[in-house]
């Protein structure tokens, strides 16, 4: 998957619990194998050619936190603020893109802030829920390519405000400065083919179905998201079969660098993660390791 994958992810091959720093040791770990592999290589570039070197569905009733007046701009609705805002883009620095990627209910928010946690200053989350706020069923990767993605990888600070914020009225805009050092993309759709080859590693989270639905309509009861409980349940159905269809044909686990057991009965303990190298083996990977698969 575009840059991912080409460095040693020392991640376990077989389920392990470990702690939440072990998952981001091996995340770093590929990137610096990546580093040596780029340097090998601008090396033997500049030696030949002269040193010349080369060079985005969501819910569309509203989604479970997401305000008509909700503000995310300057760091805020889940975004990790770091030091400094600067627009001066420096190119040599290394600006990594992690993918949280699997189904509704899965954990991957849980999941993206403690990894946050790990990161430092100049650690960012964007979530895609914010970019896919009312557009069209998982058609909104553009969003994040053209209006996020390039802009960064350009060394350009990010203000953006999606187009149906601006048509329903939702006020603030999605903020990333061009000195951030970790960009973590979290979302169902975060690591799909059309932004692949902008990420640097993928996490593709699995998750029990039964546990999965059962949060996330609790979740949206009391956010009073999608009407009351009986709406709720129809609108997750409804929701899940789609995004079913979508993962279905474009089978994100099959890229992922590391596969996380989001809904099984040691997913997200305090300071933990359950976790295996990637890619996952199974024709779902919806499936969760705890018993109720799917």
Request: overall charge negative.
């Amino acid at each position: 998957m575009g840059k991912q994958g080409d460095g040693e992810r020392r991640a376990p091959d077989s389920w392990r619990t470990v702690e939440m720093s072990e998952l981001w040791a091996a995340i770093t770990a590929g990137f610096e194998a990546d580093d040596d592999a780029e340097a090998v290589g601008s090396d033997v570039s500049s030696s030949v050619r002269g040193g010349a070197s080369g060079g985005a569905g969501d819910r569309t009733q509203g989604n479970v936190g997401d305000d008509a007046s909700n503000e995310i701009s300057s760091g805020g609705n889940g975004h990790v603020q770091g030091d400094g805002d600067s627009d001066a883009g420096d190119h040599t620095r290394q600006r990594r893109v992690v993918a949280v990627d699997g189904r509704s209910g899965s954990g991957k928010t849980t999941l993206a802030d403690q990894l946050a946690a790990l990161c430092g200053d100049h650690t960012f989350i964007v979530h895609t829920d914010d970019l896919a706020w009312y557009e069209p069923m998982f058609d909104w990767f553009h969003l994040l390519t053209d209006s996020i993605l390039k802009p960064l990888q350009d060394g350009v600070s990010v203000s953006f405000t999606p187009p149906e914020w601006v048509r329903r009225g939702r006020t603030g805009s999605i903020d990333v400065p061009s000195d951030v050092e970790t960009l973590i993309i979290e979302g169902a759709g975060s690591s799909c083919k059309a932004v692949a080859d902008f990420l640097d590693a993928a996490i593709w989270v699995r998750s029990d179905r039964v546990e999965a639905k059962r949060r996330g309509v609790e979740r949206d009861v009391a956010a009073n998201a999608n009407g009351d409980r009986e709406e709720c349940v129809a609108f997750w159905d409804s929701w899940d079969e789609d995004e079913r269809r979508f993962f279905a044909a474009d089978k994100p686990w099959e890229r992922a660098d590391f596969i996380v057991d989001g809904t099984s009965s040691t997913a997200f303990q305090p300071g933990m993660v359950t976790m295996k190298a990637g890619p996952a083996d199974a024709d779902d990977s919806s499936a969760s390791v705890s018993t109720n698969h799917v």
